[in-house]
């Protein structure tokens, strides 16, 4: 069974400061992905209609 190691800081083999680095660069690329095919289809919707 897995040992709870949340009172002790996390398993002693995970890297946690490049874990949540990784974790706000994916939700960033994801935001602004969004955001740059929403403007795009706005101007392809003012253009094109």
């Known amino acids: 069974m897995a040992d709870n190691h949340g009172a002790t800081g996390g398993h002693p083999d995970m ?8 974790y706000r660069m994916f939700i960033g690329l994801a935001k ?4 740059i095919c ?3 289809l706005v101007f ?3 253009t094109l209609l």
């Open 15 to 22: 890297d946690y400061a490049e874990h949540e680095a990784t």
């Open 32 to 35: 602004w992905g969004t955001i």
């Open 38 to 40: 929403v403007g795009i």
């Open 44 to 46: 392809m919707a003012v």
